[in-house]
């Protein structure tokens, strides 16, 4: 049964400019995503598809960005394709409203990233 479904857009620009500042990047992103993004070049686009996918998690949740909180949720990637890694506290929140598994995609393309997350429970 699916638990909710939510939906971002980034704009890459916009989030590159955000970008130049340090404590920007310490108040929003994980090692983990810090680490990916460096791995190529600091490229923004990294970023902001993380950035969506947090977003797209808080609103399939409908908990808000601010209640789940930004280093809470992260994006990892891996050969097998994006997942969502969820800190004990954001794991009580998905636990609460049944959810079983994560499921979350995201793209680029121009100067937009996009993330969709679904809550399955």
């Keep these: 049964m699916i638990k909710g479904v939510g939906v971002d857009m980034c704009s890459i620009s916009r989030l590159g400019k955000s970008l130049e500042n340090p404590r920007f990047i310490e108040k929003v992103f994980t090692a983990e ?47 097998t394709g994006p997942s969502i890694g969820l800190s004990p506290f954001a794991l009580s929140l998905v636990e609460s409203i049944g959810v079983v598994a994560v499921h979350v995609s995201v ?7 996009v993330a969709v997350v679904v809550l399955e429970g």
């Design 107 to 113: 793209t680029h393309e121009g100067d937009f990233a």
């Design 33 to 79: 995503e810090k680490e990916y993004a460096c791995a190529y070049g600091k490229n923004p686009r990294h970023f902001a598809s993380a950035f969506a996918a947090k977003e797209a998690l808080a609103k399939a949740g409908g908990w808000g960005i601010a209640r789940m909180g930004l280093r809470n949720v992260w994006l990892s990637r891996s050969d």
